[in-house]
């Protein structure tokens, strides 16, 4: 008989508690036992500061559902060329909880509060190198200039382009 999961309000924060503590300032606590499941299901624990560089998912079944856990944050919509299309606000206590994105379609994310947790469903399995595609007009993850599209994203509207290098 498989074992009944459970998630506490303690485990999300020590969850969050971790992400703090971490450079890329998020941690995953994945409920799915083998990155092969054909369900990915995880919670995400993202702290303000943290960078998710704009990517989309190019595979008909490469849709994402997102769900505000705590705390919130922004789910920004890029079309190819850079231009913010859409920023999806998602609260746990307020407003839109939840945002399910279609396959190739560019997008990312913006923390906006701390202990911000989002819990994530997405078709498995999951492969590294067949996860994602990145944008080339998005700074790549930890280099100098993410600062700087960080800061961009945080304030961008739908309608501004990404700023050049």
């Known amino acids: 008989m498989t074992e ?7 485990q999300l924060a020590k969850l969050s508690q971790s992400a703090r503590q971490l450079p890329r300032r998020r941690k995953n606590l994945n409920l799915h036992p083998v990155l092969e499941d054909p369900i990915q299901r995880l919670f995400n624990a993202l702290e303000p500061g943290t960078y998710a560089r ?7 079944d490469g849709w994402e ?19 913010l299309t859409d920023r999806i606000e998602l609260a746990s206590t307020y407003g839109n909880l939840l945002v399910e ?5 560019w997008h990312s994310l913006v923390a906006r509060q701390p202990q911000t947790v989002m819990f994530e469903v ?11 595609d990145f ?3 998005a700074a790549p ?6 600062v700087d599209f960080l800061a961009w994203m945080e304030t961008a509207r739908p309608g501004d382009r990404v700023p050049s290098p």
Not at 122 to 132: E, V
């Open 135 to 137: 944008a080339v007009w």
């Open 141 to 146: 993850e930890g280099s100098l200039a993410a």
């Open 122 to 132: 997405k078709p498995g399995p999951y492969q590294a190198l067949d996860d994602k």
């Open 4 to 10: 009944l999961k459970t998630i506490s309000h303690t």
């Open 101 to 105: 994105i279609p396959p190739y379609t």
């Open 65 to 83: 559902l997102m769900l505000a856990a705590a705390g919130a944050f922004d789910i920004l919509i890029f079309d190819e060329s850079g231009r």
């Open 54 to 60: 704009p990517h989309w998912h190019a595979r008909p």
